[in-house]
C-alpha cells in the first residue's frame, strides 16, 4: 500500500490543477468559557492518548469508554461520571502533555482558518500559491502538510476524491463524515494520516507522516490536528495568505500545566536534597481581623516573594521563613542550587528538599532573608474569599494580581487552592495570599481549556 500523503499526492496531481487539500475542521470553534465542557474533556483525552477521532459508534460509549480507559491507566477505579477531582487532574494531565509537543496555533484571518501546529517538531516557513493550491509549508522531524485548495476541488466533488484514494489505498483506515474524510495507514515503515474538510469554495487539507516506530510518541497528533482545526464562515481560499504562528512563549521555560497527581519515573533528587518537599520553618496563622487592601497586602507580603534563576529556567519562590522558601519542583529542575532575586539584589539558594510527583520543592539560603510570610492552614481557607497572587509572569517581577478562592480540590491527597486571581509562566512557585497576606498556596498551573482556572498547591501541604 502506497503512504498515505503519497496516495493522496497520486490522486490529486490527475485532476485539471496539481496538488490541494485543506486541514481538518469542523464547526468554527467557539470562544473559550470559564466552565468546563464535553470538548475540553475530549481534548484532554485526545492529548492523553485515550481518544481518537477515528473511531466511529455512539459518541456517548465512545466517549465514556475514553474516559474509562484514562481512569484505569491513572490508577482510579471505572466509573460511569468523572468525577471533579478526577476533570481537574485529567485537564492537567492533556495541557501537560499538549505543551510537550510546543503546541501552538497557526492562523490565516486572510483565508479564514486557524490549526494547531507541533512547534517542537516542525518549524513553519512560509506559505505558497502553486497552481491553485495554497501551500504552507514546513521542516522538521515529522512531515506535516497543509494546503488549502480552490476552484476544482470542493464539497461538489470531495466524494470522487475519496472514492478514487479508497480504490488505490488498501488496508488502513478510511472514514467519511458530512463534511469530507479523513484516511489512516501503514507503509514502508511510515504511518501517515490525512484529513480533507469542504467548503463550497475549496478544501482545507492537514496531513502527518511520521516513523511507524515512534507511533506510540505521536499518534495522539493523528487526533489532536484536526481537533485544532477551525474554519471561519467567510473562508475565502482564494485570497492573499498571511498566515501568523503564535507560539508559545520561551521566556521562563516552565509549563503552563503541571500535574501533581501524575506519576513520573523517578529521579535522584539534587545535592543531598530529601525526597518529602516539605519543610518545619513553617509558621501558620489563620484568618482574624480586618481585611487590608490590595496595595496593603503587596507591601507587606511581596517582599518575601523572589524571581528564581535556574539555568535558562525563570519562576517564583516565597519566604515562609529566615532562609527557607518554598517553590515548585518545575522552576528548579534537577538544579542543586539556583539564585533567588529580589529588588536587584540576588543571593544563592540550595534546593534542600524534592517532591516531584507532588511539585513540592524547598529552597534554603545561607544568608538571612530580610521578610517572610505565614502559612495559613488549608482548613481555614474559605471558598468566595478574595485572594491576591504576586509572582514573576514572562519575568515581571513582583506582579500582582486579584481573584477570589473558587474551590478548594484534593487530588491523590494533595490539597490545591482553585482561584480565579491569573497565573502565568514565570508565576510558578509564587504566593497566593489572603487579604491579610497569609500564604494561601504556590502557584502552580493553570488551564487553558477555559478562563480564570488557576491552581496553587495549598502551603500547608509543604509543612512537615
Known sequence: MPSILAAIRSTLCALPFSLALLCVAAQAQEPPEARITGSDLRRALIWTGHF????????????????????????????ETLPDDQITELLADGERQRDMFGWATLEDKSIGFSIGVPTKLVKFIAARSDSGSLWYDFEGGVRYTLLVRYGDLNCGNINYIYSRLRAV???????????GFALAGESGGITGYARFV???SGTVMVGIDFPTSE????????????????????????????????????????????????????????????????TDAIKRAVREGAELSVEEVFDKASAAVYRVNAGERMGSAVAIGARELLTNCHVVKDKPRVTIVHDKKELSADVVSVNEK???????????????????????????????????????????????????????????????????????????????????????FQMKTGQ????AIAAEDFAK
Open 215 to 278: 507511533a506510540s510518541k505521536f499518534q495522539v497528533l493523528m487526533s489532536a490536528l484536526p481537533d485544532s482545526l477551525s474554519i471561519r464562515r467567510t473562508f475565502n481560499p482564494t485570497a492573499l495568505p498571511h498566515p501568523k504562528l503564535d507560539t508559545p512563549p520561551a521566556v521562563e521555560g516552565d509549563p503552563f500545566v503541571v500535574s501533581a497527581s501524575r506519576t513520573s519515573p523517578a529521579s535522584k533528587p539534587p545535592g543531598n536534597a530529601d525526597t518529602v518537599g516539605k
Open 52 to 79: 481518537s477521532l477515528l473511531e466511529r459508534g455512539d459518541p456517548v460509549v465512545v466517549f465514556r469508554k475514553a474516559f474509562q480507559s484514562w481512569q484505569v491507566a491513572s490508577g482510579h477505579t471505572a466509573t
Open 198 to 200: 469542504c467548503r463550497p
Open 452 to 455: 480564570n482556572l488557576n491552581f
Open 358 to 444: 507532588a511539585d513540592r520543592c524547598v529552597l534554603r539560603t545561607n544568608a538571612d532573608l530580610a521578610k517572610w510570610v505565614t502559612v495559613r492552614p488549608y482548613d481555614d481557607i474559605k471558598i468566595g474569599e478574595r485572594a491576591v497572587t504576586i509572582g514573576t509572569p514572562h519575568g515581571l517581577e513582583l506582579t500582582v494580581a486579584e481573584g477570589v478562592v473558587s474551590s478548594k480540590r484534593t487530588i491523590e491527597n494533595a490539597h490545591f487552592v482553585q482561584t480565579s486571581a491569573p497565573i502565568s509562566p514565570g508565576s510558578s512557585g509564587g504566593g497566593l495570599f489572603d487579604l491579610q497576606g497569609h500564604l494561601l498556596g504556590i502557584t502552580t
Open 169 to 179: 489505498l488498501r488496508g488502513g483506515t478510511k472514514v467519511q463524515y458530512a463534511d
